[in-house]
């Protein structure tokens, strides 16, 4: 850490000198960002968090397309991808994450967007666009964005509508065969009413390659959303805004992207003969290929999202406001892998002629996934989940000279109802003799209601120091409703991977059916001072405590006696400091912190099996510095530099080995001590680098414009269990992008280019022996793509 925080001051005053040299060539200053990362307008200097403001220019310079897209803007921002989903999808920060694949657990990040606080980030669509600014906020955010959010949280504001009229159109092309088409149009409705409308069309190939014909390539998208957005000014004092959302999406999902032999049973090369459709040699080829899968399983991930805002604001006098936000959100996905990732099938196999040693449309392989069964509650195999939940805000707002206070309360009535099965046929699993078919199909029924409370206080002591103080109170409470069949059938009769199942003569034939309710209540809050070094400087220090309330295992391993996890605790100290150097034409900010947590919600798989079970995960300690910087190096070149430096490890916490670990490499009793670990999705060092650059063309109707940026990180794990041959390689991506835009700023052409150098790396990586062997998730950002977009403004 020392070499660190060395290299960061030479960087600072390098910078500085430097643009002391180039103060005397520029005119212009960097623009005010203004942020609501305390539910009130503040320029983003003088808030005192460690928080990044990503503007709209910034998200449409560096090509924002996904939530995911944000790990290679923000130093302090992490993403993975679970085996459930998109409801299984990751958000780190600080080190911090709910290191899930599985559904139940809360994020560890909490995502608002427009006010509302999001049960699951991955409701967000950025395809919707019209984003004003993101704020990467890190650290414990509990007094004023509730739960969810020891790591940190994303506030995610959209514009609104306003008077003026505007439109316009924007259409981009990929050579990965992406045709996109986005539209937009505001103005006044009448005098008191005004109106905004944006939709978006996607369609795009599949960018992993499927050798079975039948299923096509994997990986695709095509998406259909719109917003509206209404605002009424009722009077002079009051208004409402009325937002709606609809997102339709169907992709050809994640498949899973095998890169490593199954180890659980003799024989791995039956992998290589099944990829290869019978030919190892090929098969080899299949598996050094990340963009290439031989499933004859369909994969997919299609959902819909919903949403409806209902915004009031009522200025009540000159101090005091009244803000109601009420919002209903609906979602639902259905969601299927091949398991098995390979074109192994049943055939046409039963109990009087299937035994060990058949091998057929199989290829030896030790397990196959199957589509379905007659006792499937889905009626074919997979996941599907739905969830609905209603929210209601209502905060009082004051504000004076010298004191400003938000105070309110917030509900929350959060219903989701899933159903899972996942049929495996086995070889042969001693001691039983013959090849079975087994599965865990479930349904859920899970409800949780939320209330809060909450103030925080600001108070300007004198011209120069600032005291700020904030605490909510949360209170949750659960009911899971939880019905599983479990069986090992010996007796059952496929065609085409489609099996109808005996159960009388089933070795195992269980049937679990309980209620189970849950509680859990806890406080959040932050203490600190800000002091104004100078006009154009402060620092500030802060101690803020974060919850996650009630996690649920709603997973197969569901029993009575582990329905509920136990909340997490996060307790956060932070130094900081934020500077506007050479008359504005550069800014520095930067934090320094300390944070312990106890029981963060995550997910273990199970050795040995395709099993899953959420998990809280003892105490982790993570301390770092996080530096952001922008410089307008001349009038037309504005540079930014975003670094993160994160030391974290657990402290207390005890896992079960990864598949193959030894005693010499720690495994015990078949447990591994992780303390002094690193969690997954953590990496020591990031940072991010980016140069904006206009370029007027005095003799044309028209401007250049250019960027280019670069993210690197440092290795991490990738895996709970930290399993060696999981952990994802330092990697660097650079994107590129240029254009010409028309001096009235009507029309813009451009061409971008993401991952030009095609620099290969995985969002997360799992094993899942003894049927699927090592699988990687390879997202299309892992190999250089480019692309023609043009936008036209009435």
Same mark, same amino acid.
Request: aromatic residues 10%.
């Given at each position: ?28 200053? $960097? ?19 460690? $928080? ?17 897209? /944000? ?84 506030? $995610? ?60 390539? *994997? ?24 937002? %709606? ?15 490593? /032999? ?86 046409? #196999? ?58 309110? =309360?917030?509900?929350?009535? &959060?219903?989701?109802?899933?159903? @899972? ?47 700020? *103080? ?16 479990? &069986? ?29 309710? +849950? ?45 509920? /996890?136990?909340?997490?605790? *996060? ?31 995550? @997910?273990?798989?199970?050795? %040995? ?14 301390? +770092? ?6 410089? =307008?190096?001349?009038?037309? =070149? ?50 991010? #680098? ?29 895996? #709970? ?12 991506? =650079? ?46 950002? *892992?190999?250089? &793509? ?9």
């Amino acid at each position: 850490m020392r070499k660190t925080i060395l290299a960061l001051c030479i960087a600072g005053v390098s910078a500085t000198a430097a643009a002391q040299e180039a103060q005397r060539v520029r005119s212009n200053t $960097i623009e005010e960002v203004i942020v609501t990362a305390q539910k009130r307008a503040q320029s983003v200097s003088e808030v005192p968090l460690s $928080i990044q403001a990503l503007t709209s220019d910034k998200l449409e310079s560096e090509r924002f397309e996904s939530l995911a897209d /944000l790990k290679l803007i923000s130093p302090s921002f992490t993403f993975s991808n679970g085996t459930a989903g998109n409801f299984s999808n990751s958000i780190s920060m600080r080190g911090l994450g709910s290191f899930s694949t599985e559904g139940g657990v809360q994020p560890s990040v909490s995502t608002v967007v427009d006010g509302v606080a999001l049960a699951r980030s991955t409701e967000f669509s950025s395809d919707l666009g019209d984003i004003e600014r993101i704020e990467v906020i890190a650290g414990p955010q509990g007094t004023l964005f509730g739960r969810n959010s020891i790591g940190g949280a994303l506030n $995610i504001v959209r514009k609104g509508p306003s008077e003026e009229f505007a439109a316009e159109i924007e259409v981009a092309a990929t050579d990965d065969n992406e045709l996109s088409t986005k539209a937009m149009i505001n103005g006044a409705l009448s005098d008191r009413v005004q109106g905004r409308l944006n939709v978006f069309f996607k369609d795009r190939d599949g960018h992993i390659k499927n050798l079975d014909a039948r299923q096509g390539d *994997a990986g695709g998208e095509e998406s259909r959303g719109l917003m509206v957005k209404l605002n009424f000014d009722l009077s002079d004092n009051l208004s409402v805004l009325l937002s %709606g959302d609809f997102v339709d999406t169907k992709t050809g999902g994640n498949p899973l992207v095998t890169f490593g /032999l199954d180890t659980l049973y003799p024989g791995a090369q039956a992998r290589l003969v099944a990829l290869g459709n019978g030919d190892a040699a090929k098969g080899q080829q299949v598996l050094d290929d990340p963009f290439t899968v031989n499933a004859n399983t369909e994969h997919f991930l299609d959902y819909t999202q919903k949403g409806l805002v209902a915004d009031v604001t009522w200025q009540l006098n000159e101090e005091w406001t009244l803000k109601s936000i009420s919002a209903l959100r609906l979602s639902d996905q259905t969601f299927n892998q091949d398991i098995d990732s390979s074109p192994a099938s049943m055939g046409n #196999l039963d109990s009087t002629t299937a035994t060990a040693l058949v091998g057929g449309s199989t290829f030896g392989m030790f397990g196959v996934y199957l589509d379905g069964t007659n006792l499937s509650p889905l009626g074919d195999s997979g996941i599907l989940n739905e969830l609905e939940y209603f929210t209601q805000e209502l905060r009082f707002e004051y504000q004076a000279s010298d004191l400003s206070v938000v105070t309110g =309360l917030y509900l929350q009535d &959060y219903q989701e109802d899933g159903k @899972t099965d996942v049929p495996l046929w086995i070889r042969g699993a001693p001691p039983l003799p013959t090849p079975i078919i087994q599965s865990d199909p479930y349904t859920n029924d899970y409800s949780q209601q939320s209330w809060a409370v909450f103030s925080d206080v600001t108070w300007d002591l004198n011209d120069v120091v600032q005291l700020f *103080a904030g605490v909510r109170w949360t209170d949750e409470e659960a009911t899971l409703k939880h019905q599983q069949l479990s &069986y090992v059938a010996r007796d059952f009769s496929c065609t085409n991977n489609v099996c109808d199942i005996d159960l009388t003569t089933a070795y195992v034939n269980n049937t679990i059916d309980f209620t189970s309710d +849950g509680h859990s209540a806890d406080w959040s809050g932050r203490v600190g001072a800000k002091w104004d070094v100078s006009e154009d400087s402060n620092v500030y220090a802060s101690y803020s405590r974060g919850f996650i309330g009630i996690g649920v295992n709603y997973t197969r391993s569901s029993t009575p006696t582990n329905t509920y /996890l136990d909340p997490s605790i *996060a307790d956060s100290f932070e130094i900081g400091f934020k500077s506007d150097l050479l008359d504005r034409t550069a800014q520095v900010h930067g934090a320094i912190y300390y944070m312990e947590v106890d029981d963060i919600q995550s @997910t273990k798989r199970i050795p %040995g099996s395709t099993l899953t079970a959420p998990v809280n995960v003892g105490k982790i300690r993570s301390q +770092g510095i996080e530096l952001n910087t922008s410089w =307008l190096a001349t009038d037309l =070149l504005m540079l930014t530099l975003g670094v993160a430096y994160t030391d974290v490890e657990f402290q207390e916490f005890d896992m079960d080995c990864y598949v193959g670990q030894t005693v010499a490499q720690g495994c015990v009793n078949g447990e591994q001590d992780l303390s002094g670990e690193r969690p997954p999705q953590a990496p020591e060092l990031k940072y991010t #680098l980016s140069a904006n650059y206009d370029q007027p063309l005095a003799d044309l109707p028209f401007n250049a414009f250019g960027n280019v940026s670069y993210v690197w990180q440092s290795e991490t794990a990738t895996d #709970l269990a930290r399993d060696p041959r999981l952990e994802q390689d330092e990697y660097g991506l =650079l994107n590129v992008s240029m254009g010409i835009r028309d001096k009235q700023e009507r029309y813009e052409i451009s061409i971008f280019g993401k991952n030009v150098t095609d620099e290969y790396y995985a969002l997360s990586k799992g094993q899942a022996d003894p049927v699927g062997g090592y699988f990687q998730f390879t997202s299309r950002g *892992a190999q250089a &793509y480019w692309g023609l977009a043009a936008k036209y403004s009435f």
